[in-house]
């Protein structure tokens, strides 16, 4: 949008100046008022060809042969780069941006994705398919990419550009940047524009883990560990990888494996888990509970009690999970 801006004032600017500069000429040359000198310089500027206000003196006729040379290349080029403003959509797509600006203002508790590549748009995907509210920030648009909801070209590294897509309001931040330095450099000004936010970093080369966490990172991802262990596994155990990826797998009906927040006033508060009838009546497997310490405990057994701040860790089809959630929702 800075671009489409600082073109369209060159634009205007030039057109201001060149009919700035042959009207003062007339009235400085030929002594004529100001309408007189404006009319005269507006009709040989767009070559209009109506007759001379008055008759011209040897030095206003030089004057008109240098306006014309100078001034009417001027004006076919803003008259072309205005043309191209509409025949391109630039107008639209300044239109469009003011649009997108607006909605990002109205975005609340969302999270804001640094970095469109291969990596970015598997994110983003799956936010979107989770209804999950977030805005994308590239350095490098291409013209479809742009037609992508709340994507916005800009510097991630940038703070106004993080102010830009509300990191104030912005519940997370997930930095996928290509180099460990640009992703070191957004986890810093993210977390000093907002202590809370919960960031996840993704680091490519060793030693960089440490790095991003002292930075602020809450959790930082390594692409090439986790897909190194994946194939490994993949020869070692399939079994146990086809399970995974089947429980994990984003819109798939018959399998998946959700984390639930047990609120303040729950209605499975002070309940263990028999007590719930989570696996009785539902047939969802509670695989793990986080507690707010960030402690977990592994495969717990029908008489654990589901406690306020606690993570459940459940497996099971897609619509129990949605019954179990509204268990949870329930107040007592």
Excluded at 25 to 43: A, N, R
Excluded at 133 to 151: P, R, T
Excluded at 258 to 264: K, V
Aim: with cysteine; aromatic share 6%; proline share 3%.
């Amino acid at each position: 949008m800075e671009k489409l801006r600082k073109k369209l004032i060159l634009v205007l600017g030039l057109i201001g100046f060149i009919v700035s500069f042959g009207t003062i000429g007339y009235m400085v040359i030929e002594g004529w008022s100001f309408l007189d000198s404006l009319f005269m310089t507006v009709t040989t500027l767009t070559t209009v060809g109506y007759r001379e206000v008055r008759e011209l003196s040897s030095s206003g006729r030089w004057f008109t042969i240098i306006l014309i040379i100078g001034g009417v290349g001027t004006m076919l080029y803003a008259l072309s780069t205005g043309a191209k403003f509409i025949l391109e959509g630039e107008i639209q797509e300044l239109i469009g941006r003011r649009r997108l600006e607006k909605k990002i203002k109205e975005l609340k508790d969302h999270y804001i994705i640094c970095g469109y590549g291969r990596m970015g748009k598997i994110i983003a995907k799956e936010l979107k398919v989770e209804r999950v509210k977030f805005v994308v920030i590239e350095k490098n648009l291409v013209v479809h990419e742009k037609e992508e909801a709340f994507v916005i070209e800009g510097d991630a590294t940038q703070d106004d550009i993080l102010k830009e897509v509300g990191i104030e309001r912005a519940k997370g931040l997930i930095s996928v940047l290509p180099t460990d330095a640009e992703n070191l450099y957004v986890v810093l000004s993210a977390k000093g524009l907002n202590p809370n936010l919960f960031i996840v970093a993704r680091a490519g080369e060793e030693g960089s883990e440490q790095k991003l966490l002292r930075a602020g990172a809450d959790r930082v991802i390594s692409p090439y560990h986790i897909g190194g262990l994946r194939i490994a596994h993949t020869v070692l155990k399939p079994a146990v990888v086809d399970f995974i990826e089947l429980a994990t797998k984003s819109g798939n009906i018959d399998l998946q494996m959700e984390e639930i927040p047990i609120p303040e006033g729950s209605g499975l508060m002070g309940l263990s888990l028999d007590q719930c009838g989570i696996g009785r009546d539902l047939g969802v497997i509670i695989v793990a509970i986080k507690k707010p310490t960030g402690d977990m405990k592994f495969n717990p057994t029908f008489r654990t009690l589901v406690e306020p701040g606690d993570t459940l860790i459940a497996l099971g089809e897609v619509s129990k999970l949605k019954v179990l959630e509204e268990m949870v929702a329930s107040q007592k």
